[in-house]
């Protein structure tokens, strides 16, 4: 894993968009969000454990496996968007880059690879691409029934509760 603030230049999503300006990990924190090197996924399982993660599945988004869906798939990760669940994702193979919003709204890119899982709060604004290399398989962990349901940002988005829960936390 590695954070770093996004370059805002133009250019295909998947390439780095690399400031060469870390994000530290304590800024990180204070976003709420958690990341982790599990080589074991037995470390997958307690993290599952502990928080009653009950169910999972595995996803690989790439043009072998989605074929003539995947350029459109990869688009549609890309929106802005929040959960009112966490959102917890375990990189199997390949990589990736999770987007999430810092405090005065730029983007802090996150840099997943083999074996890093995520935590992501209830209410941050993010988005996930795949890099240059075109292929992410992960594992997504969830409580019951999957609440994957992305709340575009916009309209009255802001207004949500879980929005305004993270804000309070973020703020605390
Ligand atoms: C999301 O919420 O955008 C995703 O779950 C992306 C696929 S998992 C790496
Ligand atoms: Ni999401």
Known sequence: MRAYWFDNLPGDQREPHDSGRDVDPAYLSKLGILAFNY????????????RGYKNRDEITISPEKMGNIYEEKVKTFFHEHLH???EIRYIIDG??????????????????DKNDLMIMPAGIYHRFTTDEKNYTKAMRLFKDEPKWTPINRGGDSDENTY???YIKLRES
């Open 95 to 112: 990589g990736g880059y999770f987007d999430v919003r810092g405090k005065d709204d730029d983007w802090v890119r996150i840099k997943l």
């Open 163 to 165: 929005r305004k829960e």
């Open 84 to 86: 009112e669940d966490e």
């Open 39 to 50: 080589p074991s996924v037995d470390d997958v399982n307690a993290v599952a454990q502990q």
